[in-house]
């Protein structure tokens, strides 16, 4: 059965050790200035962050065991001092990297992932539209083929990693035509960032991940060599599918994160706080409440390493890629909403001082509420739930 290794323990002392030093001391300022970190990037990549899931090949990890669930453990562990870095981390492997080096041709791996894999470079996804986020189906860009060259036109919203100055790439959805039943063919292209014809919007101003990177995207005639298809024409409705049902279970280890930090928050001033004499903590009312955080993280974190666990008993071709997606959709499903629950009831065990900006329960309840929307929301994963359990479509 699913557990971490002694390896994947060193592992993340390793990831908390480096969040301690190079996060916390920064974390309240780049938040507060809407600060994206570039420096921070490439010394992730130092530490391997970014090429868990990657072969020796492009400077990768090349981990035959237990690698998706090392990502997991990098991703809970930054989520733990900041969910912005978390995600950062998060979209660049799952959403950057993977597309290419699943679906890559070998000229795209080559030229690309080397950057991405080092963390000298970041890669975003371009998914979700200004009319299609849950209805990614409903895809409106559009990409005509030409005399060897596919021209873009349309736009993208919500794009994490896009618009940074070590953005090399963004992998696109568009409708490259139709099927014979008269439903859209939607391809995948890799657009480079220097695209002429490609621009990117303002940064958004977010209620939570302030310091992640996030813009809508703008496509004007981009033209981009027909090499820059990604897989197979007519089936990148199908590769972001499958590139979902693994960030999910990424997303769900940041939930777990911003739970496991809730919990730690709680708990240490449960105890120092004093109220009528006494530890606040003496109160049930107050005790209660930390003990349902620690439910939750200890629900939360069992349910995600289960689901990270069969995603590498999937790539080994010990499991079902079925069994993978159901358990990803209950851990994001679970692990989200309880992560929404926990800054809740942490912030109130904080009381008055919950409300302040100077300690981080205000910037975790901040940040929480985009888990249970980014990688499918929780309508979503209760549609995929009931589906997996035969209900009818």
Not at 51 to 56: I, V, Y
Not at 60 to 82: S, W
Not at 173 to 196: H, Q
Not at 295 to 315: F, G, I, N, P, Q
Request: aromatic share 8%; hydrophobic share 40%.
């Amino acid at each position: 059965m699913f557990e971490l290794s002694h390896d994947h323990l060193d592992f993340r002392h390793l990831v908390r050790d480096f969040a301690a030093a190079r996060i916390e001391p920064y974390v309240a300022d780049w938040d507060r200035r809407a600060h994206f970190p570039t420096e921070l990037v490439p010394a992730m990549g130092e530490l391997g962050l970014f090429g868990l899931n990657a072969p020796e090949e492009f400077g990768g990890a090349g981990l035959e065991e237990g690698g998706f669930t090392y990502l997991c453990v990098a991703i809970e562990e930054l989520g733990r001092v900041d969910q912005s870095v978390g995600i950062t981390l998060s979209a660049g492997v799952g959403l950057g990297i993977n597309p290419i080096l699943t679906y890559g041709t070998t000229e795209q791996r080559e030229r690309w992932l080397p950057d991405l894999v080092a963390g000298r470079r970041l890669a975003g996804f371009g998914l979700t539209e200004p009319d299609a986020g849950s209805d990614a189906a409903g895809t409106r860009t559009r990409a005509g083929l030409s005399q060897g060259r596919w021209t873009l036109n349309g736009s993208k919203a919500f794009i994490t990693n896009s618009g940074t100055e070590i953005t090399s790439v963004v992998t696109v959805t568009a409708r490259t035509g139709r099927r014979p039943d008269g439903t859209p063919e939607i391809s995948a292209i890799l657009v480079p960032s220097d695209s002429p014809g490609l621009t990117v919007e303002p940064a958004y101003r977010k209620l939570g991940w302030h310091i992640s990177d996030t813009h809508g995207l703008t496509f004007e005639d981009v033209e981009v060599p027909e090499s820059n298809l990604l897989g197979q024409r007519g089936h990148g409705f199908k590769q972001f599918l499958k590139t979902l049902d693994d960030g999910r279970i990424a997303i769900s280890a940041l939930a777990v994160g911003c739970a496991q930090r809730m919990l730690e928050e709680a708990t240490a001033y449960s105890k120092q706080r004093m109220a009528f004499g006494r530890p606040i903590g003496a109160n049930q009312g107050i005790s209660f409440q930390v003990a349902d955080l620690a439910v939750m993280v200890e629900s939360a974190r069992l349910l995600t390493y289960k689901a990270a666990w069969l995603k590498d008993e999937h790539e080994a071709g010990r499991r079902g890629a079925g069994e993978v997606k159901q358990a990803a959709a209950i851990a994001k499903l679970h692990s989200t909403e309880a992560a929404m629950d926990a800054t809740r009831i942490a912030t109130q065990v904080f009381g008055g001082n919950g409300f302040m900006e100077e300690y981080p329960v205000a910037r975790f309840y901040r940040d929480a509420k985009i888990l249970e929307i980014g990688e499918g929301t929780s309508e979503v994963q209760r549609m995929l739930i009931a589906r997996g359990l035969g209900l009818p479509a």
